[in-house]
């Protein structure tokens, strides 16, 4: 009986391909006003409908080459784009995967019944095989759109970390030739690199001959966290700028020497205020303060 079935198997998909394409036309009409196409394509009508035909054809070229469970398939590429896209608008508006792989698993019914009429005078054992194949191709396509959902939402969840990590990193203009970066919280690799990446530009695009790192809000330095630093002072001096690490706590300086890390190569300074200072002072600005004013008197009348 299982022969039997493997070697109907192709015949049927074959059917059901030429199935697809006979009724492209009235499968993309009725796509159209399905949940997926109508909230996706919400300005004209004759978009959704193309969007089906392209998505019909697609899915003919996979029954015809009979790889009706493989993701693989080469037809599943457009589908990939086409749904993909559509997809990812739905979960821009908030829709979960689950939410998005029911509304394509709702594409089956309009192409069921069509399918069904077309085959009420055809024999029991051909219309329930090519009902068959068509759960199973569908069954497939939702599993490709639950994948594709899941890529995008991750890809979109690296961006999303990405562009946090470099809000919490910017890199402030001082002074001419002076740059400065705030750090505030963990310092992981990670976000290590994103400093690196931050200050090396901003010293090209200031031409900044000083760089300070600010490690005020870094609650804890251990060994991990002193060798991104020394890293990221190498990677300055390369370019061209002096390094000043500046906000060493007495708690961190204690750290430091216990865990035995040089730091002898690098300048730091206990404060913002006087990495500042230090770098204006190398290049020979003097800052005073402003002298006090008298208040003003009012002239004597006469």
């Not at 059901?16 to 006979?22: I, K, S, V, Y």
């Not at 899915?59 to 784009?81: H, M, Y």
Request: hydrophobic content about 45%; overall charge negative.
């Amino acid at each position: 009986m299982q022969v039997a079935e493997h070697d109907t198997a192709p015949d049927t998909a074959k059917e059901l391909g030429t199935f697809l394409e006979r009724r492209r036309e009235q499968i993309a009409q009725r796509w159209a006003d399905a949940a997926l196409f109508r909230t996706v394509f919400t300005v004209s009508r004759d978009e959704a409908v193309e969007a089906g035909r392209s998505v019909v054809d697609a899915l003919a070229d996979v029954a015809r080459s009979g790889r009706l469970e493989d993701v693989e398939a080469p037809g599943f590429g457009t589908v990939r784009d086409q749904l993909g896209r559509m997809a990812a608008a739905r979960a821009r508006v908030g829709c979960t995967p689950v939410q998005i792989a029911g509304e394509v698993a709702d594409l089956r019914e309009p192409v069921t019944a069509l399918l069904r009429t077309e085959l009420q005078d055809a024999e029991d054992v051909r219309a329930n095989a090519c009902a068959q194949a068509l759960a199973v191709l569908t069954a497939t396509l939702r599993l490709v759109i639950m994948e594709t959902t899941v890529s995008a939402g991750e890809e979109l969840i690296a961006r999303q970390r990405q562009q946090l990590l470099e809000v919490a990193t910017p890199v402030i203009k001082l002074w001419d030739g002076v740059v400065a970066v705030p750090l505030i919280g963990t310092l992981d690799s990670a976000r290590s690199q994103v400093v690196m990446e931050s200050l090396l530009e901003a010293i090209v695009d200031q031409r900044a001959a000083y760089a300070i790192l600010d490690i005020t809000g870094v609650p804890t330095v251990d060994s991990l966290v002193a060798q991104h630093l020394m890293k990221t002072v190498a990677a300055a001096r390369l370019m061209g700028a002096e390094c000043i690490v500046s906000g060493i706590r007495p708690a961190i300086a204690q750290t430091i020497v216990h865990l035995g890390i040089d730091l002898g190569s690098i300048i730091t300074r206990s404060g913002l205020a006087d990495a500042l200072a230090y770098a204006l002072t190398q290049q020979g600005i003097v800052v005073s303060p402003r002298p006090a004013t008298r208040p003003a008197t009012g002239a004597s009348p006469r």
